[in-house]
């Protein structure tokens, strides 16, 4: 199919997603929810979708997206498993809610926006969709589509001490569908909580497409631990954009892990606006086949003292490709500011594929900040040492390559996921190991 003929299809497929998230149905009392259905419709009827001309898309072509024509999917009733160390999970099913809230106890909500309790409805579009950010394609596609957000406010001192797990399950059936998650989290002053934000699908049939946006606001002194967790089908789309803002002394820290999808893109935007802001970010990606994994990150600093911390570590081998792109704009106003940028990369294969740019744009004078990035293989003296303490290949491999993800998944603040991880990470690298 011909770039022409695909971008015509897309197109298509643009207008009849525009026809039938205008006509979903929004429940009475939320005047506000039409409003923002509405601006963000406006925005989609010039909007266009950005190709590999334009910079921060270049490494990331979306034509494999513009061949497929896509449906808006309806909900399904899916089972959950809990998992380990975390509580009874908040699931949504196509982006319909499937659990309407949970009982955390006082000062904590976490559940649907449909089901918020009355005196924070009259609150939440204070919040929603209220962040900074340029606003795009895809942010206005999911503002002019989502059909329920899965909320979580944290009332001021609030400490929830049970990590909050949110189940994103996808699936289409024997046409291409497209689901749009949104999650809200509200993180009022010194309150704090752990988030697992999940995405699965199955997908067998037809590919899926998740065009998902979370906003996280932190209040001051408040603090935010947030997992993102990406384990979708081999041949599904995922688009993901995280908004995050930081009042003073707040701290925030994310985990990305991207397993699955065959075109991934993660955009990370945070916003410290307030002095003595701690933000850490830490991701690993596994990337095998053709598969295609895109981090972007944007840490805008506009206040002293803050603190940035980012490791990003990739897997890439067979033909796959990853993408990271880490800036940190540090102002005049940023004086005092301490960021730390570090992007590693192991090849596995000849024709895997890494694109790397770290980012420091610094006008303050008075900073301490380093960046870097490395691509490398796995050493053949040290593959060679443990063939000679009696591994075999494979396994010598295996341990290398678990040695190298390790720092991430040691970093993750639900220690009771990591024997869950390093299972689903083995068993992919054990196919591409062999």
């Known amino acids: 199919m011909s770039l022409i003929t695909s971008q ?48 921060d898309w270049r490494f990331f072509d979306l034509k494999a997206l513009c061949q497929q024509s896509f449906h808006v999917a309806t909900t399904q009733i899916v089972a959950v498993e809990r998992l380990p160390g975390l509580g009874k999970p908040l699931v949504f099913s196509n982006g319909f809610a499937q659990t ?102 199955k997908s067998e049939k037809a590919p899926l497409w998740t065009n998902t946006v979370t906003e996280i606001v ?79 990150s944007l840490i805008s600093l506009t206040e002293p003292h803050a603190s940035t911390d980012q490791l990003h570590k990739c897997v890439v081998a067979d033909r796959a490709r990853t993408v990271f792109n880490g800036k940190v704009l540090v102002p005049q106003a940023a004086q005092f500011t301490n960021a730390a940028q570090l992007n590693r990369n192991l090849l596995l294969s000849p024709k895997a594929r890494v694109d790397t740019k770290p980012e420091l744009q610094i006008t303050a004078d008075n900073v301490k900040c380093t960046h870097g990035a490395t691509v490398s293989q796995l050493e053949a003296n040290e593959i060679f040492y443990l063939l000679s303490r009696g591994l075999d290949e494979m396994a010598a491999r295996q341990l290398l390559l678990s040695a190298f993800i390790a720092e991430i998944l040691q970093r993750l603040p639900v220690p009771e996921l990591r024997p869950i991880l390093e299972t689903a990470i083995s068993e992919k690298i054990s196919q591409i190991s062999a």
């Open 8 to 55: 015509s299809l897309f197109a298509e497929t643009l207008a009849n997603l525009r026809s039938q998230m205008s006509t979903a149905p929004i429940p009475e009392g939320f005047a506000d929810w039409q409003n923002l259905r509405k601006s963000a419709l406006r925005y989609l009827e010039t909007a266009k979708l950005p190709t590999t001309q334009d910079e």
């Open 100 to 201: 309407t809230s949970l009982e955390l106890g006082q000062g904590v909500y976490v559940g649907s926006l449909r089901r918020l309790p009355t005196p924070q409805r009259s609150r939440i579009f204070e919040y929603l969709n209220q962040q900074p950010g340029a606003q795009t394609i895809f942010r206005a596609f999911n503002s002019a589509g989502f059909s329920d957000v899965a909320v979580v406010w944290l009332s001021a001192n609030t400490v929830l001490e049970t990590p909050v797990h949110i189940y994103f399950q996808g699936d289409s059936d024997e046409n291409a569908q497209f689901i749009q998650p949104r999650t809200l989290v509200i993180a009022e002053t010194g309150s704090k909580a752990t988030l697992v934000e999940h995405y699965v699908s």
């Open 218 to 296: 932190l209040g001051s002194n408040a603090e935010i631990n947030h997992v993102r967790w990406q384990q979708e089908a081999d041949a599904n789309f995922h688009l993901g954009l995280s908004l995050i803002t930081q009042e003073r002394d707040s701290r925030y820290r994310g985990t990305t892990l991207d397993l699955g999808g065959r075109l991934a893109r993660h955009d990370y935007q945070i916003f410290p606006t307030g002095p003595q802001t701690l933000t850490e970010l830490n991701g690993l990606v596994v990337a095998t086949g053709e598969q295609v994994s895109d981090l972007h």
